[in-house]
C-alpha cells in the first residue's frame, strides 16, 4: 500500500506525538518501538518483553509473541480503509486511521489499555455481528464463535480442537505443531488452555480491547473473518490430533 507525499507528511506529524520518527520509506522507529507498512498492514514490533501478568489471549490489544522473537502488533490498513466510516475524518481519513492504530498499539504495549475505554453498545454489535457470523463450520465440525464483551473488554475466541488428557508424548509433540502452525496467522494469538488436564483446548482469539471506537467496530468483523479462516484451516487437524482414540502411525511418531 502506497501512501501519497502529502499523507506521509501529515503521518510523520502525528507519528511524532508517539515517538516514532521516520527511517526509512514508510517506516517508523522509537526507542524500543518501530511501525512498517507492509503489503496494507501497519506492523508495529517491539522486542520489549510484556508485564508478567500480561500475554496470551487476555491481553489487551492485538500484541502476540513472533515467531521470529520479540512482539508484533499487525493491523490491516486496507482492510480498515474499505470499511471504516469516513464521517469525522474528512481527507485526512488515511493518517488519521494510522495515528489512531498507532496510539491503540502504543498504550496496550506494557499489557494495559486507554482509562475509560468501552466496548461498543450492545445494539452495534448485534449489528456488526448477526448470529450467523458467530458460527464457525469446518467439514462436520461445528464451532460457536463467542463474542466477550464486558466493561474493560472486547475479544472473540474459538475452539480449535479439544485435547485428550490420555494423549501420548508424540501426540503432545504434534499439537505443538499444530499450535506454532496456527501462530503464524495474522492477527490471531492461540495457546493451548489448561495442558495436561480436562478439558484441554486449543483456543485462539483476537483482542479488540482497547481499540478507537471507529477502528474496533471496523476491524470487528474482519477479526470474526480472522477466526473463521484459522478455524476451517485448522480445526480438523487439530480435532484428530488430539483425539487418542483416532489411530495413526504417523501422529505416534515423534515429529522431526
Do not use: Y
Given at each position: 500500500m502506497?501512501?501519497?507525499a502529502?499523507t506521509i ?7 511524532a ?10 517506516a517508523w ?8 507498512i507492509?503489503?496494507g ?5 517491539t522486542k520489549?518483553s510484556?508485564?508478567?501478568a500480561s500475554?496470551?489471549l ?5 500484541w502476540?509473541q ?11 490498513l486496507?482492510a ?9 475524518f474528512?481527507?485526512?481519513a ?5 495515528a489512531m492504530?498507532?496510539t491503540?498499539a502504543?498504550q496496550?504495549?506494557?499489557g494495559?489499555g ?8 450492545v445494539?452495534?454489535?448485534?449489528e456488526?455481528?448477526p448470529?450467523?457470523?458467530l ?7 461445528l464451532e460457536?464463535c463467542t463474542l ?12 480449535l480442537?479439544?485435547i485428550?488428557?490420555a ?5 503432545r509433540?504434534w499439537v ?5 502452525d496456527?501462530r503464524r496467522?495474522?492477527l490471531?494469538r492461540v495457546e493451548l488452555?489448561a495442558p ?9 482469539a ?5 481499540a478507537?471506537a ?5 476491524m470487528?468483523?474482519?477479526?470474526v473473518?480472522?477466526?473463521?479462516h484459522?478455524?476451517?484451516?485448522l480445526?480438523l487437524?487439530?480435532?484428530?490430533v488430539?483425539?487418542a ?6 501422529l ?5
Open positions: 502506497q501512501l501519497t502529502r507528511a501529515r503521518t510523520n506529524d502525528r507519528l506525538e508517539l515517538g516514532l520518527q521516520p527511517d526509512r520509506p514508510n522507529s522509537g526507542e524500543d518501538l518501530h511501525l512498517a507492509d503489503g498492514w501497519l506492523c508495529f514490533s520489549r510484556p508485564p508478567a500475554g496470551g487476555d491481553a489487551p490489544g492485538l502476540k513472533s515467531t521470529g522473537g520479540g512482539r508484533v502488533f499487525e493491523a490491516p486496507g480498515i480503509m474499505q470499511r471504516i466510516d469516513d464521517t469525522g474528512d481527507d485526512h488515511e493518517e488519521a486511521v494510522i492504530v498507532a491503540w502504543v496496550t504495549l506494557d494495559t486507554a482509562r475509560g475505554w468501552a466496548p461498543p453498545a445494539e452495534r454489535l448485534d456488526l455481528l448470529p450467523a457470523a458460527s464457525f463450520q469446518s467439514g462436520s465440525l460457536p466477550v464483551s464486558l466493561e474493560h473488554t472486547l475479544r472473540v475466541h474459538v475452539c480442537g479439544r485428550d488428557p494423549l501420548s508424548d508424540a501426540r509433540r505443538d505443531r499444530v499450535v506454532a496456527a496467522l495474522r490471531v488452555r495436561g488436564e480436562a478439558p484441554a483446548m486449543i483456543e485462539a483476537i483482542d479488540l480491547t482497547g478507537p471507529a477502528i474496533g467496530e471496523a470487528l468483523p474482519l477479526a473473518d480472522a477466526l473463521r484459522c478455524f476451517e484451516f480445526a487437524t487439530a480435532t484428530i488430539g483425539d482414540q483416532c489411530a495413526s502411525r504417523v505416534d511418531t515423534v515429529p522431526s
